[in-house]
């Protein structure tokens, strides 16, 4: 199967500041593909490429076939973008602001009403077309972008972080409707996200950090890649370099807790607190997930400054709700 987007070596520097660092990738038609890392990692640059948006410094891109760098027209017709800020017209109605995005790509007269109507069925919004957007929520505003980008039938849509801020409720939502999109029309979706959990929708996905790829993979693959469960402990200060003198393996430190991954941790728990008496105050076992990934990737979480504070939330959540097997 001939890959929908190529990438070879790509590479984007502002100055002295190397934002993508060699990136090669090949996605295939009818994947939900995804960019997974913190904010500034450089999956936007890679997606302003992509669209057309930005030029590489160097390396090559292809997407549908098309050179990203010399031939952009054909690029973007065969696109379709969902920013990761609102890029809707609020005074306009629903129907409106798809009948202005037909017109600027060239959608035949003929044909506008049926396809409006088809992608406001897509996204459930179908009677909500003469509303205006301005009293819409959160949700029907990224669903009605994402309607829009599929206006002019694109070989490839671009989802740039496309459920910042919403509700976990309207996230699971969103991702119910590009799910279903894909089955239907066999569009590829190439998104990025710094949401662990919403990356698990993606058939595979490229973790990114400082401009490298660390890994590319499967969701599963890339947690079954960790060789075992995950192990956390609370305790003293030195137990990140002990443990990991000790057992011989890559322990990782993160708010107070040391996390590293063991076959047959259950069995393992009883060893380490004898082995480090009255040094531990708390331990826990975990089936890996996609934050034990990047962090035994890059040594840490996504990085909490850059996290808006509803993410930190989240994450905060997570490591409550996970503490698994004590």
Known sequence: MSAIIETQGLIKRYGDVTALAGIDLVVQPGEIFGFLGPNGAGKSTAIKILSTLLKPTAGRATLAGFDVASQPGKVRQSIGMVFQDPSLDNRLTAEENLQFHAMLYHVPRSVRQDRIA????????????????SIFSGGMKRRLEIARGLLHEPQVLFLDEPTVGLDPQTRAAIWEHVRRLRSE??????????????????????????GKLQALDTPEALKRSLGGETVIITGDAALQGDIAE??????????????????DAAQFVPRVVADFPGRITAISVKQPNLDDVFMHLTGREIRAE???????????????GSQGRR
């Open 185 to 210: 029309s066999g569009v590829t979706v190439f998104m990025t996200t710094h949401y662990m959990d919403e990356a698990e929708n993606c058939d595979r996905i490229a973790v990114i950090d400082h």
């Open 118 to 133: 088809r992608v406001l069925t897509m996204v459930d919004l179908l009677d909500r077309r003469k509303d205006l957007v």
């Open 306 to 320: 850059e996290a808006t504070p509803l993410d930190r939330m989240r994450m905060m959540a997570r490591r409550w």
């Open 246 to 263: 000790r057992y011989g393996v890559p322990v990782q430190a993160s708010e107070g807790t040391v996390h590293f991954q063991m076959a």
